[in-house]
């Protein structure tokens, strides 16, 4: 079975594959549509706060990942898949679902943007930083052979010009942003979602001979994912809604991030994509379950920060 999944590929022809990146491009120009300037504003009154939620996504989740890899030995592929969900910047609905938590949603935006802006660099760098640490995966690293760089361009045409385009809109058009918003992002996610499972339909017999495998990978990781940003925010003693709003922003990933880096670096390798597209439906269920009941059962904290 390892050496099965281990070489499989869950093939995307060229036209679904350039379709699935405009498609992404699209939800991330609908989330800066409610992305401004003022948002950043965050981070120079508070930049403690800021700067933790940042470093919860891009420096705790992948070294823990990288422990709970050393840990549970997965198959190599499945186990590069989890680097590159950790290499991701926050999911494009944890704004949303921090709105249904009572979190801080300024935060969450903030968090979002300067993730986005940072994942450009920061997604290549670590998923090779910590891929190349452990040797199983760095073997499908050195036979790849990808070009940093180059997944450096794609990361910042997929999610750094179209933020900037989003925000640009809303800072000339205010009013024609906040209408487009209410529609263009959710739609455009929708739109995703539904290319995702189509192709997913298309290689069904790979992901449902493997999904059993990477299900208990998955929720592990989420639940760790959750764990250290919850973890983090309660050790430095910020308040239950920020709390609240860095353990979102650390438990839900791009997935469709990176499911598309997986199809062009990659060639749809079968772990990587079947972990990485199994997260992009589990984190939205276990957001939501969270966010109900964080909605209900508030956090408290002596300390604000």
Known sequence: ?????????????????????????????????????SDFKELSKRPKLVLTGVASQFLVLPAI??????????????????????????????NFITHLA?????????????????????TPVNLQFWGALYQPTAAILRDVAISPLEMVKLVALLLGVPLLLGMLVNYWKPRLASAMARYFKIGSLLFFVALVFLALYKNKEIFMEYVVYVFWLVLLHNFVAFVSGFS??????FSGADVKSIT???????????????????????????????????????????AGLWGYIPIKSKKLV
């Open 232 to 237: 983090l925010a309660k050790l430095m003693g």
């Open 1 to 37: 079975m390892e050496a099965i999944i281990d070489t499989a590929s869950i093939h995307f022809d060229k036209g679904t594959l350039w379709t699935l990146n405009l498609a992404l491009a699209l939800v991330m120009f609908g989330i800066a549509l409610e992305i401004s300037l």
């Open 248 to 290: 979102i922003e650390t438990g839900i990933q791009n997935s469709g991030l990176g499911l598309l880096l997986i199809f062009t670096f990659f060639d749809g390798l079968g772990g990587m994509a079947v972990l990485t597209a199994f997260w992009g439906i589990w984190h939205l269920v276990s957001g939501l379950l969270l």
């Open 102 to 122: 009572k979190g801080n949603a300024a935060l969450s935006v903030t968090l979002t943007a300067i993730a986005t802006l940072l994942a450009v660099v920061m």
């Open 65 to 94: 990942t990288f422990l709970l890899v050393w840990l549970a030995k997965p198959y190599p592929s499945i186990a590069l898949g989890m680097f590159m969900v950790a290499a991701c910047p926050g999911g494009n609905i944890s």
